[in-house]
């Protein structure tokens, strides 16, 4: 892959982070300007690959793989809460943090927010502590399992009423 394509994509995933060129370069460890050689494909970024997608909290292949229609890359990414805000608002403005979602997340037509889901305490629904939760912000269907925010810890309950979101989906990592 050529250094151009991949400095295109970190550049899409900083500015997609609201990130400087500077406030990235301080997390890699090198200058702003080594960065905007990296966006720009006039340096190999390699070297700082896996730090940088860790910074965005993606997997390295994401900014290594070949697109097939460059023109038309897209993210398939929603805000990621690795805590409750405390505007309790979920909108991208109030985390740093996007994970990668399956295009079905996207195609459903409503905004989408994802919460680790060690952070939701529950005892009726059984739930993992090792993945995350995707969420949409509004109640979609009549039947299913809501979020809800109760004396400061996320919960799942089955009434709408109240609800931060409905939950869509539960993504489970095994290692």
Known sequence: MKYKD???KIKDYRQKSEMTQQELADKIGVTWEMVSRYERGLSSPFSRI?????VFNIPSHQLLQKDNNA???KFYEVPLFTSLPESKM???SETKLFYSAPKWIHEIGVTVFAVESKLIKNSTID???????YVSSKVISDKGIYLNIENGSFRFTDR???AVGQVL??????I
């Open 6 to 8: 991949v400095g295109r």
């Open 50 to 54: 896996d730090r940088i997608s860790e």
């Open 71 to 73: 023109s038309e890359y």
């Open 90 to 92: 979920f909108l991208p």
């Open 127 to 133: 739930i993992r502590d090792n993945g995350i939760v």
């Open 160 to 162: 709408s009423d109240g």
């Open 169 to 174: 989906a539960q993504e489970i990592r095994y």
